[in-house]
């Protein structure tokens, strides 16, 4: 069979149709196909032709069907090593590896693409997926030796095979002088004198071949400076694990050079546990005892780790004024001591309160785990995420969420436990190993994507900017990641509202907590339709929400459910009528009849509990926001008040006034902006019939509720205003 020659770029995969395809895989290909060293290289040069001209689509990742990473070492001497003759087709072997050595520069956009030849001179054409690679320093060059573990010919849409890469741990790029590396490839890296130093510095060591030459001719002040070096580009890399290490080296040679450093400074084990260890206590006074470049590394290196503090406290407005869309990463440290992590009856883990909270209180701050930082009209960042085996795509926020979840647990072991930890779906349960203490976690791409599928967030720069968005805007949200914030379980009427400053994501009482209650916020604000709502649940998070609302609203009989849809159907198809006009006095009753109609759909039968006593009534709540605004763009103050009282208590927020004084009396938790609007058209009510005091108690409220929707008062006065 000849391969095709290329006008199109069959190196970018096609998801929608790889989809069908490995599903019927054993139906098509041939396994004995054998393509040439030339066709390979002239399939190549041919895209890298299409990546010089540029015209290139969105770039897409692509999971395929899942597997597990390969356990073994390389350099084990019980595992198999492969030549390409030897490898099956869609069939991997965990114990196997195969050596090979690129012949070809990279193909890099959606993935790594290159021609690369085993020892026996067998040619083959090698994917490596969620590498991360850059065509400026690849890290797949030609002339790479690579060791692949559990390689084996998957088929590719227009014919032919390739051996393709998912799991980061799948690669190890070896050096030539590494034991496993073939003798021949050996001797002709013995032979090639003539490196230069950009050869060198491609080979990505150039600090490393400086400090062995140091170890040949030792010079303490070099030596600290070429580690400090290596720190500062490892910390700018993410590659935070590296950067401890080369900042522990350079500290303890500087230990031993300066009499007056205590000994212990000496020990590179206690200054990474000192790295390493979130806490700003620094009992050895590691930090006054080292010069000023080092102690700022550790400083840099102590905050991207992760650093707690046990205090509420936070310059909210000074932060606030940092963060921009260039700019979403803050220095704060951490609040979570007044939380912990427990097991729910029925919910799996949930985040529990460890004192009682008051409501509006900060219950817990926590800077992004990951929170991918982009221009949102940047076209160059498009990308998307297909997951074939899951059936799922993910646009843009996805997709660089899990790439640079990949990448940070990829280069930093260190926090891989804790980010594992998180629940996957019983994915690794199913497919992976109970992984030892002394073993290293491996980043499983798949098990990472059902992570960040199950506890991403969707968020906006800051809080506050969701306020100012023109109606029916859909602006696009990053997805980001916090850990201990994943734990918090979904409640359609939650005790909490999470924010967020940049990466900082806030928690905040939505109403007193008692100490030993367990947290929960909103995933998605409820549908109106209990069967909706719960479709959307299930279908995401995979679990039913079972609330007192949802209880409630499932117990309802169809028929009257079904009429509750069809009334407010009716509703805001009126409403949409009216359009840019407005409302005349005649159409705001009209829809004041529907309302009361609606209501009645949600009163108790005679001689019942009235079950929704305390509960919101969510039909109602855009009809009654709806008739507030009405009755106030005509200034009808009584009808204001009368509707904006009916919207909170919509909301499930019952509310009195009794002597002169505002005070409300149930709040189920749904606190957001509508809520606010509401305390804020009411103390225009009470202000307009002259009862301040009243309207004073209202603006106290919405002030309160406005720091629990927002996380910060940044904003607060000119939209009360408004
Ligand atoms: C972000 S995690 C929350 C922490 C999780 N419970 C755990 O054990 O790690 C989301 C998952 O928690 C569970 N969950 C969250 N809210 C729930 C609820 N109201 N009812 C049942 N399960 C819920 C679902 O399994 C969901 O996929």
């Given at each position: 069979m000849a391969l095709p020659t290329t006008s199109r770029n069959t190196y970018e995969e096609l998801p929608e149709q790889l989809k069908d395809f490995q599903k019927n895989a054993s139906t098509n290909g041939d396994a004995q196909w054998k393509p040439s060293r030339g066709a390979l290289l002239r399939e190549h040069e041919a895209h890298m032709k299409i990546l010089s001209q540029g015209s290139l689509p969105v770039k897409t990742m692509t999971l395929p069907l899942s597997y597990p990473p390969s356990r073994v070492s390389i350099h084990d001497s019980s595992c198999r090593r492969l030549h390409l003759l030897d490898l099956n087709l869609e069939s991997r072997d965990p114990n196997s590896i195969i050596i090979l050595r690129t012949v070809t520069s990279p193909y890099i956009y959606s993935s790594t693409i290159t021609v690369a030849e085993d020892e026996t001179g067998e040619v083959a054409r090698l994917m490596v997926c969620n590498l991360e690679d850059n065509l400026n320093d690849p890290i797949v060059d030609e002339g790479s030796i690579l060791a692949i573990k559990q390689p084996s010919w998957s088929r590719l849409l227009e014919g032919g095979y390739q051996i393709r890469v998912d799991h980061p741990s799948d690669l190890v790029v070896i050096k030539a002088e590494d034991d496993i590396t073939p003798q021949a490839w050996k001797s002709m890296q013995e032979l090639d004198t003539s490196k230069d130093a950009m050869q060198w510095k491609k080979e990505g060591d150039i600090y490393d071949r400086g400090l062995d030459y140091l170890i040949r001719h030792p010079s303490a002040t070099s030596s600290i400076d070429l580690y400090r070096k290596k720190c500062g580009v490892n910390i700018v890399l993410l590659r935070l694990d590296d950067a401890a290490?080369?900042?522990?080296?350079?500290?303890?040679?500087?230990?031993?050079?300066?009499?007056?450093?205590?000994?212990?400074?000496?020990?590179?084990?206690?200054?990474?546990?000192?790295?390493?260890?979130?806490?700003?206590?620094?009992?050895?006074?590691?930090?006054?005892?080292?010069?000023?470049?080092?102690?700022?590394?550790?400083?840099?290196?102590?905050?991207?780790?992760?650093?707690?503090?046990?205090?509420?406290?936070?310059?909210?407005?000074?932060?606030?004024?940092?963060?921009?869309?260039?700019?979403?990463?803050?220095?704060?440290?951490?609040?979570?001591?007044?939380?912990?992590?427990?097991?729910?009856?029925?919910?799996?883990?949930?985040?529990?309160?460890?004192?009682?909270?008051?409501?509006?209180?900060?219950?817990?701050?926590?800077?992004?785990?990951?929170?991918?930082?982009?221009?949102?009209?940047?076209?160059?960042?498009?990308?998307?995420?297909?997951?074939?085996?899951?059936?799922?795509?993910a646009p843009r926020p996805g997709a660089l969420l899990f790439k640079e979840l990949i990448q940070k647990l990829k280069w930093n072991p260190s926090l891989r436990r804790e980010f594992f930890e998180m629940d996957d779906g019983g994915y690794w349960k199913e497919n992976g190993w109970d992984v030892g203490d002394d073993e290293e976690v491996p980043v499983d791409v798949f098990r990472v994507e059902r992570i960040r599928r199950l506890n991403g967030f969707s968020v906006p720069i800051r809080s506050s900017d969701l306020l100012n968005q023109p109606p029916n805007s859909n602006p696009e949200l990053r997805n980001g990641f916090w850990i201990h914030a994943s734990y918090i379980n979904h409640c359609c009427l939650p005790n909490c509202v999470r924010t967020f400053i940049g990466d900082l994501h806030f928690l905040r009482a939505t109403r007193d907590i008692s100490c030993g209650e367990e947290l929960t916020h909103q995933y998605?604000?409820?549908?109106?339709?209990?069967?909706?709502?719960?479709?959307?649940?299930?279908?995401?998070?995979?679990?039913?929400?079972?609330?007192?609302?949802?209880?409630?609203?499932?117990?309802?009989?169809?028929?009257?459910?079904?009429?509750?849809?069809?009334?407010?159907?009716?509703?805001?198809?009126?409403?949409?009528?009216?359009?840019?006009?407005?409302?005349?006095?005649?159409?705001?009753?009209?829809i004041a009849r529907g309302f009361r109609e609606l209501e009645t759909l949600y009163a108790p039968a005679a001689g019942e509990d009235d079950k929704y006593a305390k509960l919101p009534k969510l039909a109602l709540v855009h009809p009654s926001l709806f008739l507030v605004e009405a009755w106030r763009s005509i200034k009808n103050t009584d009808k204001m008040?009368?509707?904006?009282?009916?919207?909170?208590?919509?909301?499930?927020?019952?509310?009195?006034?009794?002597?002169?004084?505002?005070?409300?009396?149930?709040?189920?938790?749904?606190?957001?902006?509508?809520?606010?609007?509401?305390?804020?058209?009411?103390?225009?009510?009470?202000?307009?019939?002259?009862?301040?005091?009243?309207?004073?108690?209202?603006?106290?409220?919405?002030?309160?509720?406005?720091?629990?929707?927002?996380?910060?008062?940044?904003?607060?006065?000119?939209?009360?205003?408004?």
């Open positions: 290490t080369d900042l522990s080296n350079a500290i303890a040679i500087y230990a031993n050079t300066v009499d007056s450093v205590p000994s212990a400074l000496s020990e590179l084990s206690t200054i990474n546990a000192w790295l390493h260890d979130n806490s700003t206590e620094d009992p050895l006074q590691i930090a006054s005892n080292i010069s000023r470049p080092l102690r700022e590394l550790a400083a840099r290196i102590k905050f991207d780790l992760g650093l707690y503090q046990t205090t509420p406290t936070y310059n909210l407005s000074l932060i606030s004024s940092y963060v921009s869309p260039l700019t979403l990463h803050v220095d704060a440290a951490n609040y979570t001591s007044e939380t912990l992590v427990k097991n729910t009856e029925t919910h799996g883990r949930g985040l529990f309160a460890k004192r009682d909270f008051k409501e509006g209180e900060l219950i817990c701050a926590e800077k992004a785990f990951v929170l991918p930082g982009y221009f949102i009209q940047d076209r160059s960042s498009d990308c998307m995420l297909y997951n074939l085996g899951e059936e799922t795509v998605l604000s409820p549908d109106i339709d209990i069967a909706d709502r719960q479709d959307n649940y299930r279908g995401t998070w995979g679990f039913e929400c079972d609330c007192a609302l949802c209880k409630i609203d499932s117990a309802v009989p169809e028929p009257i459910r079904k009429q509750r849809m069809k009334l407010f159907e009716d509703l805001k198809a009126s409403v949409m009528k009216l359009g840019e006009r407005g409302p005349t006095v005649t159409a705001i009753k009209k008040i009368e509707y904006a009282t009916k919207l909170l208590r919509n909301f499930g927020i019952n509310t009195a006034v009794e002597g002169g004084e505002f005070r409300i009396v149930s709040n189920a938790g749904l606190v957001n902006v509508e809520v606010v609007r509401a305390l804020k058209y009411l103390a225009e009510g009470y202000s307009v019939k002259g009862e301040e005091c009243i309207a004073e108690q209202c603006m106290g409220i919405a002030r309160k509720f406005y720091l629990i929707i927002t996380g910060s008062e940044i904003g607060m006065e000119e939209f009360l205003k408004a």
